[in-house]
């Protein structure tokens, strides 16, 4: 892939302020989506980023008084 579709993707799915903020990422990895992608599969265990988003998982999920199931669909699917 492209260093402008790594690009594209870690901006679509990675928000780097926040997960800045959140000390997920470190300062000098603005700008540096090989980095920011390599601290993505480190941390989730994938081969490479892409991986993100490619299983549908389905969830049940309560407020504490009614209980529902949702799906949050595979990224690469309609």
Same mark, same amino acid.
């Given at each position: 892939m492209s260093d402008d579709t790594l690009k594209n993707f870690m901006e679509e799915f990675f928000d780097f302020d926040c997960l800045l903020k959140s &000390?997920? !990422?470190?300062?000098?990895?603005? &700008?540096? !989506?090989?980095?920011?992608?390599?601290?993505?599969?480190?941390?989730f265990g994938f081969k490479t980023v892409y991986e993100y988003g490619a299983i549908e998982v389905t969830c049940h999920i309560t407020d504490g008084k009614e209980p529902f199931v949702t799906k949050i669909k595979n990224i690469y699917t309609e």
């Open positions: &000390g997920f !990422y470190k300062p000098e990895m603005r &700008g540096d !989506y090989q980095a920011q992608a390599k601290r993505v599969c480190e941390f």
